[in-house]
């Protein structure tokens, strides 16, 4: 019923910035958070940052708080991950998720917890 669709991805220096967008689009009404995740070849899918519509609020990883943000535009249904201070360990696929359950902020973290993903967009960082 929710399709996501990723955009963004790129090779970006260190230190550098980039923007990721997902678009939502189908029963888009009947989500409750929206998150970033990313992985590495040989390493498990991290969490990255959630967007939670019920508690207006977001969270985000200790790896990169204070770095990343996520935003939305209800207008036009995205959601988006806006990278600064970019570091080597943050070259990963990232994958936008949705979930039609409402959850704990632990609960979004998890992959398992979301039932709508995105195919994913590369990013790597370079020095």
């Known amino acids: 019923q929710v399709q996501l669709v990723e955009s963004g991805g790129g090779t970006v220096r260190a230190g550098g910035s980039l923007t990721l967008s997902c678009v939502l689009s189908?029963?888009?009404?009947?989500?409750?958070?929206m998150a970033w995740f990313r992985q590495s070849p040989g390493k498990e899918r991290e969490f990255v940052a959630a967007f939670s519509w019920r508690l207006s609020a977001t969270y985000y990883s200790t790896s990169v708080r204070g770095r990343f943000t996520i935003s939305r535009d209800d207008a036009k249904n995205t959601v988006y991950l806006q990278m600064n201070a970019m570091k080597l360990e943050d070259t990963a696929v990232y994958y936008c998720?949705?979930?039609?359950?409402?959850?704990?902020?632990?609960?979004?973290?998890?992959?398992?917890?979301?039932?709508?993903w995105g195919q994913g967009t590369q990013v790597t960082v370079s020095s």
């Open positions: 189908g029963r888009t009404s009947g989500t409750y958070a």
């Open positions: 998720a949705a979930s039609s359950s409402l959850g704990s902020i632990a609960e979004y973290t998890k992959p398992s917890f979301h039932n709508y």
